[in-house]
């Protein structure tokens, strides 16, 4: 994969999208550190001015650094590699993982994000969702079968293993015999 390039009026659009965010965060720096109304920014000392703009562009940085870890960890959950990622970047393989450490979770076995439920003489599978979510799917002991309800989620393996055991209980055979 290539490194995307944009057009010079992509870049325009870009960079007046930037500034005109910029602005009034610059403009609310200002404003906390004189005191002043925010509206009055632009009549201060051009050296205070510049360094209130510099100041927003650290906010904005600090921000953008913070959203690309997460768009990579997005994309190492949905099985992109480092050196995918890096491609992308324009980094190597080993420059990605550096520059995100997290994004691909390399210690995990392949069967993570699956297991394995046997209870009251039925089964339920517990499969993890890319989002990092949970669900599950069983068949009980008397062969009725179910999934997590309306496509809920479980936040976690054990929150969907409870709800599983719970059908799986219900459809034990021993639970049918004594209806």
Wanted: proline content about 4%.
């Amino acid at each position: 994969m290539m490194v995307s390039e944009i057009t010079p009026e992509e870049q325009a659009e870009l960079d007046k999208a930037l500034y005109d965010a910029l602005n009034p965060l610059a403009s609310a720096i200002r404003s906390r550190q004189t005191g002043l109304p925010a509206d009055r920014m632009w009549e201060a000392d051009p050296v205070d001015v510049a360094l209130s703009v510099l100041a927003a562009w650290k906010v904005v940085d600090a921000e953008v650094r913070r959203l690309t870890a997460r768009a990579a960890a997005t994309a190492g959950s949905y099985g992109a590699s480092y050196e995918q990622m890096g491609a992308v970047w324009g980094i190597t393989r080993q420059g990605a993982r550096k520059k995100w450490p997290d994004a691909v979770n390399r210690s995990a076995p392949a069967t993570a994000g699956r297991n394995a439920l046997a209870l009251f003489g039925g089964t339920a599978e517990l499969v993890q969702t890319p989002s990092g979510d949970w669900s599950w799917t069983g068949v009980g002991a008397d062969g009725a079968s179910a999934a997590v309800a309306d496509g809920t989620r479980c936040a976690t393996a054990e929150e969907a293993a409870a709800h599983a055991g719970v059908f799986l209980k219900e459809h034990a055979l021993d639970a049918v015999d004594r209806s």
